[in-house]
């Protein structure tokens, strides 16, 4: 069984441009969840995508955007990069939409300049 | 607003005894609750995770819930030095069914 992978593991960009994030599910999962995590501070919901189609929503602005492909992996997209986006975005996958138990990747830490 | 209140810690206890970690939560209509463990730098790992009254037994660990009060917690028997972590509450299952995490509780074993 394969778990949940993350890439890049580490970014650093500038304020003002873009980055995407990607995220592959663990074998067998339809959903994935994407979180940021700011230091010291426990995760914080982003958005949740199940079979293709977005299934909930954090208070995110619009400039972070995703996507589910029909293999189930994920991409997070930040436009706009501010200094307060540096976290850790962290995917979790897993089986049946938001009753689902997830399961975390190793997580990407982004670093805003 | 859903909340899910932790005491940040950190929580200080001697390597063999019981550590006892809380968590309460707004949301009544919340269903399932789960326990997370982070060490500095990593990702969260699922510990365990409770949808009904009573405790859940896993090992050395222990899920106990209250729904009346709101309220639930971990307990951690013969706490080993490897249990040193942040310990994350996690709520899902309530008006919007999207997942609530608390800031987690920092534990330190002793040794």
């Known amino acids: 069984e394969t778990g949940v992978t993350q890439s890049p593991t580490h970014l650093i960009k500038t304020r003002g441009q873009q980055v995407t994030l990607r995220c592959s599910s663990q074998s067998g999962h339809n959903t994935v969840s994407w979180y940021q995590q700011a230091l010291g501070q426990g995760p914080q919901f982003i958005f949740q995508?199940?079979?293709?189609?977005?299934?909930g929503r954090g208070n995110f602005p619009p400039r972070f955007s995703g996507l589910q492909f029909p293999n189930y992996s994920s991409e997070l997209n930040v436009n706009a990069l501010e200094l307060d986006d540096s976290a850790l975005y962290l995917c979790a996958s897993s089986l049946g939409g938001a009753e689902g138990t997830q399961y975390f990747g190793p997580g990407t830490r982004l670093t805003v300049l | 607003q859903k909340e899910v209140e932790q005491n940040s810690g950190p929580l200080s206890v001697p390597e063999g005894a019981i550590a006892s970690l809380n968590c309460t939560y707004s949301?009544?209509?919340?269903?399932?609750f789960f326990w997370y463990r982070q060490y500095s730098g990593k990702s969260p790992e699922l510990i365990m995770f409770?949808?009904?009254?009573g405790d859940k037994e896993d090992g050395r660990f222990t899920a106990q819930l209250n729904k009346a009060s709101q309220y639930v917690s971990l307990l951690i028997r013969d706490s080993q030095p490897s249990d040193s972590a942040t310990y994350l509450c996690?709520?899902?299952?309530?008006?919007?069914?999207?997942?609530?995490f608390g800031k987690g509780t920092r534990l330190h074993i002793l040794p």
């Open positions: 995508y199940y079979r293709e189609e977005e299934n």
């Open positions: 409770i949808y009904s009254n």
């Open positions: 949301d009544r209509g919340s269903q399932s």
């Open positions: 996690a709520v899902t299952g309530g008006r919007d069914d999207k997942i609530i």
